[in-house]
């Protein structure tokens, strides 16, 4: 959530970043309620003095034993006026909290004026594309192959955009969660949390799912609950309307979960093997820290999970989002994507944002900046550690041997028993 004085002082400079993310949300009604509210706080203020002034003149009347019943029928009447402004003051409060849900967050000054994904900025490329003596296949293909991917049954039980791991492709994926969860827990100092996978709606309104992206999620209408789109909800909510110490900061957690989504904004685009599906696993990051910090900890944290692609061994690029590409929530972000041979296409497996206090605020997450001292917004940080479908793409088609079997990249092997190929 944007901070109401700042767009009441820059709201030239808020439509243009809102023009510029290619959102929507109206900054016009939100200077005529805030306005409005303004106007009813002040009158309700002189009606409450002129109140304290009648009840005073009354106390005056009783006392010199004079008759009070006009000045109790006019501070009933402004008691009364005073109620329905309260009314309206309810009313306008809501209207400006809804059109504040609606506005995304700010661009850092750091992030490429842009439309789509073309005008993304590549800032690092590491690894060799690899080469192959044959024609490499898909991940569908050599999933398929060694015994490890069913997508047919998957759309049997559960529709499109669902598959199976089965065998090899299982324990695989099993591996690459140990492996991650411990690069992150032992190495680069994140706690590890399991988390609910079903959360309220005001954690999905902290993280800021909602209202701008309901369509993509899953509702469970009955209760009034969803599916998390991604274990960030879970975690960065864990300390929502809580204010935390100066000695507390930064927190580092980090999460394994299932992930749950709609996609329904996302027809025509790739839909074949398990890039793009309804139900995935990942590892997730989260961080919570200082407004100083945060851009040196965005920085920590696309090095974290670009650890983990290093040592699988798998090439990869890093590209800052330009505007238009930007999420609603976020102020900056850098995508990760490996390549894919198989395919022949760069696949997003992490994206790591900077959401600086926009979710602390929707949240009321606040920090002390020293002991006894005031309070303020902490900025909040995610990424993903990865996430798997697409990883796991990454190593069938990357690894795949002209034979049909898939080399182990060494990390995982100690996760597998020592195995050291996968073949049907």
Same mark, same amino acid.
């Given at each position: 959530?944007?901070?109401?004085?700042?767009?009441?002082?820059?709201?030239?400079?808020?439509?243009?970043?809102?023009?510029?993310?290619?959102?929507?949300?109206?900054?016009?009604?939100?200077?005529?309620?805030?306005?409005?509210?303004?106007?009813?706080?002040?009158?309700?203020?002189?009606?409450?003095?002129?109140?304290?002034?009648?009840?005073?003149?009354?106390?005056?009347?009783?006392?010199?034993?004079?008759?009070?019943?006009?000045?109790?029928?006019?501070?009933?009447?402004?008691?009364?006026?005073?109620?329905?402004?309260?009314? @309206? =003051?309810? &009313?306008?409060?809501?209207? !400006?909290?809804?059109?504040? +849900?609606?506005?995304?967050?700010?661009?850092?000054? #750091?992030?490429?004026?842009?439309?789509?994904?073309?005008?993304?900025?590549?800032?690092?490329?590491?690894?060799?594309?690899?080469?192959?003596?044959?024609?490499?296949?898909?991940?569908?293909?050599?999933?398929?192959?060694?015994?490890?991917?069913?997508?047919?049954?998957?759309?049997?039980?559960?529709?499109?955009?669902?598959?199976?791991?089965?065998?090899?492709?299982?324990?695989?994926?099993?591996?690459?969660?140990?492996?991650?969860?411990?690069?992150?827990?032992?190495?680069?100092?994140?706690?590890?949390?399991?988390?609910?996978?079903?959360?309220?709606?005001?954690?999905?309104?902290?993280?800021?799912?909602?209202? @701008? =992206?309901? &369509?993509?999620?899953?509702? !469970?209408?009955?209760?009034? +609950?969803?599916?998390?789109?991604?274990?960030?909800? #879970?975690?960065?909510?864990?300390?929502?309307?809580?204010?935390?110490?100066?000695?507390?900061?930064?927190?580092?957690?980090?999460?394994?979960?299932?992930?749950?989504?709609?996609?329904?904004?996302?027809?025509?685009?790739?839909?074949?093997?398990?890039?793009?599906?309804?139900?995935?696993?990942?590892?997730?990051?989260?961080?919570?820290?200082?407004?100083?910090?945060?851009?040196?900890?965005?920085?920590?944290?696309?090095?974290?999970?670009?650890?983990?692609?290093?040592?699988?061994?798998?090439?990869?690029?890093?590209?800052?989002?330009?505007?238009?590409?930007?999420?609603?929530?976020?102020?900056?972000?850098?995508?990760?994507?490996?390549?894919?041979?198989?395919?022949?296409?760069?696949?997003?497996?992490?994206?790591?944002?900077?959401?600086?206090?926009?979710?602390?605020?929707?949240?009321?997450?606040?920090?002390?900046?020293?002991?006894?001292?005031?309070?303020?917004?902490?900025?909040?940080?995610?990424?993903?550690?990865?996430?798997?479908?697409?990883?796991?793409?990454?190593?069938?088609?990357?690894?795949?041997?002209?034979?049909?079997?898939?080399?182990?990249?060494?990390?995982?092997?100690?996760?597998?028993?020592?195995?050291?190929?996968?073949?049907?």
């Amino acid at each position: 959530m944007l901070d109401p004085k700042f767009i009441r002082q820059n709201p030239d400079v808020v439509k243009q970043a809102i023009a510029n993310k290619g959102e929507k949300a109206d900054v016009d009604g939100f200077l005529a309620a805030d306005e409005k509210r303004r106007e009813i706080i002040s009158t309700v203020e002189k009606l409450k003095a002129e109140r304290n002034t009648v009840t005073a003149e009354i106390a005056k009347l009783k006392k010199g034993g004079q008759n009070a019943d006009e000045m109790i029928a006019k501070m009933r009447a402004v008691g009364d006026e005073i109620a329905n402004y309260d009314k @309206k =003051l309810q &009313e306008v409060e809501a209207e !400006i909290n809804n059109l504040l +849900l609606w506005m995304p967050n700010m661009p850092h000054s #750091s992030v490429p004026v842009g439309k789509t994904d073309a005008d993304n900025v590549e800032v690092k490329k590491w690894g060799e594309i690899k080469t192959f003596d044959f024609k490499p296949r898909s991940h569908w293909e050599i999933g398929e192959m060694i015994g490890g991917l069913d997508i047919k049954h998957g759309a049997t039980v559960s529709g499109s955009g669902f598959y199976f791991l089965t065998g090899p492709g299982a324990r695989l994926e099993r591996a690459l969660i140990n492996f991650m969860l411990d690069l992150h827990t032992l190495k680069h100092g994140y706690t590890e949390v399991m988390v609910p996978y079903i959360v309220g709606p005001n954690a999905m309104r902290g993280t800021g799912q909602i209202p @701008k =992206l309901a &369509e993509d999620m899953y509702h !469970i209408e009955k209760e009034d +609950l969803y599916l998390i789109p991604t274990a960030e909800v #879970s975690l960065t909510n864990m300390f929502a309307e809580e204010i935390l110490q100066p000695d507390s900061l930064p927190k580092k957690i980090c999460a394994f979960s299932p992930c749950f989504r709609r996609e329904a904004g996302s027809y025509g685009k790739e839909n074949r093997g398990i890039v793009r599906v309804h139900q995935f696993h990942k590892v997730e990051m989260v961080k919570i820290v200082e407004p100083d910090s945060s851009y040196d900890e965005l920085e920590k944290l696309v090095g974290n999970a670009e650890a983990v692609l290093q040592a699988l061994g798998l090439p990869y690029r890093v590209r800052i989002l330009c505007t238009g590409d930007l999420s609603f929530a976020a102020a900056k972000c850098y995508d990760l994507e490996l390549y894919a041979p198989g395919m022949d296409a760069w696949l997003e497996v992490s994206s790591c944002s900077n959401f600086e206090d926009f979710q602390a605020r929707r949240m009321n997450l606040r920090y002390r900046t020293e002991k006894g001292g005031k309070t303020a917004f902490p900025h909040t940080l995610n990424g993903s550690g990865l996430a798997l479908p697409r990883t796991m793409a990454g190593i069938l088609e990357n690894y795949q041997t002209k034979s049909g079997e898939v080399i182990i990249p060494e990390p995982l092997r100690p996760y597998m028993g020592g195995l050291e190929v996968l073949k049907g």
